[in-house]
């Protein structure tokens, strides 16, 4: 890996056969976006092309593309998440990171152009871009990170859960409400439904995960340690 690499993306092992690579925003963004705001929020996009280094890891559509966004925190999460595949990708495939391509299903599903038979997720939230790649040909995955936000959850649980969950989560923890959080987004990506499904017609609960009332068969999840204040989940077929 490029040492300039080293400080930016974290690459784990997850139980069930699955690569976790985590690219650190802030830490990207003073790597190749030098003399702009970290903050982010409400700062205008870039010209991507013009900025140095990035021509090593991005090809010239993927850089074109990212100067279109009109916001600098939408070019950095999309930038981001596209270098969390490349380096899982990387690892599984021993293929040249630059010339992995990551196009999108008509709902905005994610796949390697060149290796679709090789399931992939990303998600983002606060300073984390993150990635998940299955070692196994053709095993759906799924990922959710979200960045938690003491007392939110209890506040916005009539549009996201069902009374079965909210009696579940009765005095629960912000992280626990998080956990169930990630694991519904997850699964939503899952079936690559994402807001084209109600939230309400999947719930977790204590004994499972359940769609349409139905609890779901033929899949695991995993709400594997992450960085302190923040929530991952991942939900992966089981064969």
Request: proline share 5%; aromatic share 8%.
């Amino acid at each position: 890996m490029n040492p300039s690499l080293e400080q930016i993306v974290r690459l784990s092992r997850l139980h069930g056969g699955m690569v976790l690579v985590d690219v650190n925003i802030a830490a990207f963004m003073r790597a190749f976006f030098p003399g702009v705001p970290e903050g982010r929020r409400g700062v205008p996009g870039v010209d991507v092309m013009g900025l140095p280094g990035l021509d090593v890891l991005f090809a010239v559509a993927e850089r074109a593309r990212a100067s279109e966004f009109r916001v600098l925190k939408k070019q950095a999460e999309w930038l981001s998440g596209r270098l969390a595949v490349k380096q899982a990708a990387a690892e599984l495939l021993a293929v040249d990171p630059r010339g992995v391509v990551v196009d999108t299903e008509p709902e905005g599903s994610p796949f390697l152009a060149d290796h679709k038979a090789y399931p992939i997720s990303i998600s983002h939230s606060g300073d984390h871009a993150v990635a998940v790649m299955s070692t196994r040909k053709g095993r759906r995955v799924a990922v959710d990170v979200e960045q938690v936000e003491a007392g939110r959850m209890p506040h916005v649980s009539r549009v996201a859960f069902t009374p079965r969950e909210i009696s579940e989560l009765h005095g629960a923890s912000d992280t626990e409400w998080y956990r169930r959080w990630t694991l519904k987004e997850a699964y939503l990506k899952y079936i690559a439904k994402g807001f084209h499904e109600s939230l309400k017609k999947v719930e977790i609960l204590d004994r499972g995960i359940c769609h349409n009332s139905e609890e779901v068969d033929g899949i695991a999840w995993d709400t594997p340690e992450f960085h302190p204040g923040y929530q991952l989940s991942v939900v992966w077929e089981v064969a």
